[in-house]
């Protein structure tokens, strides 16, 4: 069985019910008979929405072979920030729990074994402790600082 | 042009914290937490060190709360961050205990942990054959190891317990090498299986009374509480050192470890009996005192977390104090000896496996002397 899928930019997605309830959100409203209509999601744009079906479709031919549905998985989520952090969002809104997993996984790789300074020019933050408080929070925490 | 954003300011806290949560190393953690005021805010708000040592150390959901000693300075702390209040005082002193509580437990420094032989299940010709022989390697000595008492039915297992260095430790592995019989038959006696409890005695002064290498074996059940069992290791049937790494590092919270020897696998030719035989134990780990030391709540079984900031990482090579006045004079000499040979061997060498491994091959070197009575 299809169902219809609106993007916030009004695009309309046909999608196998089997796809679409990968997402937990989707899958309520098909158990509570609303879906029977085009759902509209006005919190996911077109170019995102393309992505996480795409996501749902693959978990489902793949589900058997892990393998490959990993290095799938590898290779999606190699995204630059904004890409990104719209596919947490999305994930998070329809609660496909395994792309949100992996998309905050991906945003927590972003900061491993990067200095205070190095994760500052990342995501473009603002230094705003004292000259005191750094030396103070680096004295706290003298071994994580030692290089 | 790459957007970038401070996630944390824009993301949901639920899905911040996910994602914090997923940095395992205490050191990005602590990067994290020095980025700005929000970021710090936000990891001491969240107890994220907390998370993160209990992920690591399961055996610490029985920490009832933390406290700090000796924390030098009369004036008040540097308040870095936002709004001050009783609550995230004790946050923020969550924070500092626990991120301290990480580094220590993750450094790569490990050593023998054993401190002493507090008693086993059975021992044959006591004290000849006690358990305190287990501590010394055979081959820096003489051959020597413990023994129980034969049994008819292989079924019958033994334990023996060891008191640890301090009451904090963290555990990686266990060496054991079985007992084998030099002189003629050449059997070795080990057993099937082994498994290892870690746990606390249940009153303070339980073990005041015991004497190293009583032959009387305590009711375990009656003094100890065991807070961590391991799985079940199959044993070899060889004279030789065999290791037993644990899953994942265990914190051993009351210092004291008990092996279960699960089967008996020989039977000796003259009395026609099953016994199970150690020459050697090594409780491979690091010791967390003095920084920090725990104070156990009875009769809860919770405990207090001690953070002492004053106290230096117990870093070997150093000789431990010798706590334990029911040593004698000899037993002493031999575990100075002992020790100062394993820490010569310890030094420049990061794995202590490699220090393992040398004592393997001398298990097989002929004695001298070789004292076997069995």
């Given at each position: 069985m299809a169902l219809e899928l609106k993007s916030s930019d009004n695009k309309i997605f046909e999608v196998e019910e089997l796809v679409a309830v990968q997402s937990e959100t989707i899958k309520s409203l098909v158990e509570d008979g609303c879906a029977d209509n085009v759902i509209p999601l006005p919190n996911v744009d077109s170019k995102t929405l393309e992505l996480v079906l795409d996501w749902c479709k693959n978990h489902v031919d793949m589900k058997l072979d892990e393998e490959k549905l990993k290095e799938y998985e590898d290779k999606f989520i190699e995204v630059d920030q904004a890409v990104l952090y719209d596919l947490l969002l999305a994930a998070n809104y329809l609660n496909i729990k395994d792309l949100l997993n992996r998309a905050c996984q991906k945003v927590a790789d972003m900061l491993k074994g990067k200095t205070p300074e190095q994760i500052r020019e990342t995501l473009n933050i603002v230094n705003d402790f004292s000259p005191e408080e750094e030396e103070e929070i680096r004295k706290e925490n003298l071994w994580a600082f030692e290089e | 042009m790459e957007v970038c954003i401070d996630f944390l300011n824009w993301l949901d806290p639920d899905i911040s914290v996910q994602i914090l949560m997923y940095l395992e190393d205490p050191s990005d953690l602590v990067h994290a937490s020095s980025v700005s005021r929000s970021w710090r805010d936000f990891v001491i708000a969240n107890g994220l060190f907390k998370h993160l040592c209990l992920r690591m150390f399961p055996q610490l959901s029985r920490v009832a709360r933390v406290m700090e000693l000796n924390k030098c300075g009369a004036k008040e702390p540097v308040e870095v961050g936002s709004s001050?209040?009783?609550?995230?005082?004790?946050?923020?002193?969550?924070?500092?205990?626990?991120?301290?509580?990480?580094?220590?437990?993750?450094?790569?420094?490990?050593?023998?942990?054993?401190?002493?032989?507090?008693?086993?299940?059975?021992?044959?010709?006591?004290?000849?054959?006690?358990?305190?022989?287990?501590?010394?390697?055979?081959?820096?000595?003489?051959?020597?190891?413990?023994?129980?008492?034969?049994?008819?039915?292989?079924?019958?297992?033994?334990?023996?317990?060891?008191?640890?260095?301090?009451?904090?430790?963290?555990?990686?592995?266990?060496?054991?090498?079985?007992?084998?019989?030099?002189?003629?038959?050449?059997?070795?006696?080990?057993?099937?299986?082994?498994?290892?409890?870690?746990?606390?005695?249940?009153?303070?002064?339980?073990?005041?009374?015991?004497?190293?290498?009583?032959?009387?074996?305590?009711?375990?059940?009656?003094?100890?509480?065991?807070?961590?069992?391991?799985?079940?290791?199959?044993?070899?049937?060889?004279?030789?050192?065999?290791?037993?790494?644990?899953?994942?590092?265990?914190?051993?919270?009351?210092?004291?470890?008990?092996?279960?020897?699960?089967?008996?696998?020989?039977?000796?030719?003259?009395?026609?009996?099953?016994?199970?035989?150690?020459?050697?134990?090594?409780?491979?780990?690091?010791?967390?005192?003095?920084?920090?030391?725990?104070?156990?709540?009875?009769?809860?079984?919770?405990?207090?977390?001690?953070?002492?900031?004053?106290?230096?990482?117990?870093?070997?090579?150093?000789?431990?104090?010798?706590?334990?006045?029911?040593?004698?004079?000899?037993?002493?000499?031999?575990?100075?000896?002992?020790?100062?040979?394993?820490?010569?061997?310890?030094?420049?060498?990061?794995?202590?496996?490699?220090?393992?491994?040398?004592?393997?091959?001398?298990?097989?070197?002929?004695?001298?002397?070789?004292?076997?009575?069995?």
């Open positions: - | 001050y209040s009783m609550e995230w005082e004790s946050l923020a002193r969550d924070h500092r205990v626990y991120a301290t509580l990480a580094q220590v437990c993750t450094s790569f420094i490990v050593e023998d942990c054993i401190s002493e032989a507090i008693s086993a299940s059975s021992t044959d010709h006591y004290p000849d054959e006690s358990i305190h022989n287990t501590l010394l390697p055979a081959y820096t000595w003489r051959a020597s190891y413990w023994s129980s008492k034969g049994q008819s039915n292989p079924a019958v297992p033994e334990t023996l317990i060891y008191k640890l260095k301090s009451e904090f430790c963290v555990i990686t592995e266990i060496n054991i090498c079985p007992g084998q019989e030099l002189l003629s038959s050449l059997h070795i006696y080990s057993s099937n299986s082994v498994r290892f409890r870690m746990g606390h005695t249940k009153g303070p002064n339980d073990l005041g009374s015991r004497h190293l290498g009583d032959s009387l074996p305590c009711n375990a059940d009656d003094t100890f509480i065991w807070t961590y069992t391991s799985p079940e290791f199959p044993m070899a049937q060889e004279g030789c050192l065999q290791n037993f790494r644990l899953p994942e590092p265990v914190l051993c919270i009351g210092g004291i470890l008990q092996i279960e020897l699960l089967g008996r696998v020989q039977r000796n030719e003259i009395d026609g009996l099953f016994y199970i035989c150690v020459s050697y134990v090594q409780v491979v780990g690091r010791t967390l005192s003095p920084t920090f030391c725990v104070e156990i709540l009875e009769p809860s079984g919770t405990f207090v977390l001690k953070n002492d900031m004053q106290g230096k990482f117990y870093t070997p090579p150093s000789l431990p104090k010798n706590e334990a006045h029911e040593i004698s004079d000899d037993q002493l000499q031999r575990g100075f000896r002992y020790w100062q040979h394993f820490v010569n061997r310890l030094e420049g060498n990061e794995n202590a496996v490699e220090f393992i491994e040398e004592y393997e091959s001398g298990e097989e070197e002929d004695e001298a002397e070789v004292e076997y009575t069995l």
